[in-house]
């Protein structure tokens, strides 16, 4: 998760075209019809020829905005995740009002934007393996999230919420990563999985058991 304490991550393009002009409609269109047939097939089985297809574009015009299909993953991946950071606002900032609830909004804004984007988070996690780039860009990412709710913890046991216990930085690689395969399964229906309805739930009431060691810490 994020929080002001980290600034908001800016989006960047992995197009190449930087700057704002009428081509960048049709980077968009590359975008859209990637997400698009991502909802109907593996990555793996989607060409360049799809692509270009999809936005209306010839093949050679489709390496003028990307570099490669990779390239039209990450700058998915990126947009995805920024979209995640801004739907975090200033969550983290405001636990003291209610833990609890804040908890909650932070969960359930995360899975609603990943779970408004399934069909390109279940591709990058399965393309994570063999990508190095997709790989460290989620790294990246994760350890972003990481800090942010290192620091809320830190912050808990500082105003008395939270009592000692584990480190802060491991307790919340440990949450991270939990959110992130739970997630996963209830995405892809993938072994034991939680239900979609109940799954903000869940998750909440392990963050709270972990960090207060109680699903109802107190307010300031």
Known sequence: MTSPRTPAVATPTRGRRPARSTGDDRETAILATAER???????GDISIDDLAR?????????????????????????????????????VLDRLAEDPRARWREL????????????????????????????????????????RAVEAAIEGERRRGAAPDGLP????????????????????????????????????????????YRSTSPPPA
């Open 37 to 43: 047939l991502l909802q109907e097939r593996a990555f």
């Open 54 to 90: 999809g936005a209306g574009i010839s093949r050679p015009t489709f390496y003028f905005y990307f570099p490669s299909k990779d390239a039209v993953l990450l700058s998915l991946l990126d947009r995805v995740t920024g979209e995640a950071n801004l739907a975090a606002g200033d």
């Open 107 to 146: 969960i359930a804004r995360f899975h609603a934007t990943f779970g408004g984007h399934r069909a390109l988070v279940l591709a990058c996690a399965q393309v994570r393996g063999t990508n190095a780039e997709v790989r460290r860009l989620w790294a990246e990412v994760l350890e972003r999230w990481v």
């Open 168 to 211: 802060a930085r491991d307790l919340a690689i440990a949450l991270n990563s939990m959110n992130e395969r739970v997630w996963y399964a209830t995405f892809a229906g993938d072994g034991p999985a939680v239900a979609e309805r109940d799954v903000v739930d869940v998750l909440l009431d392990v963050w709270l058991t972990a960090i």
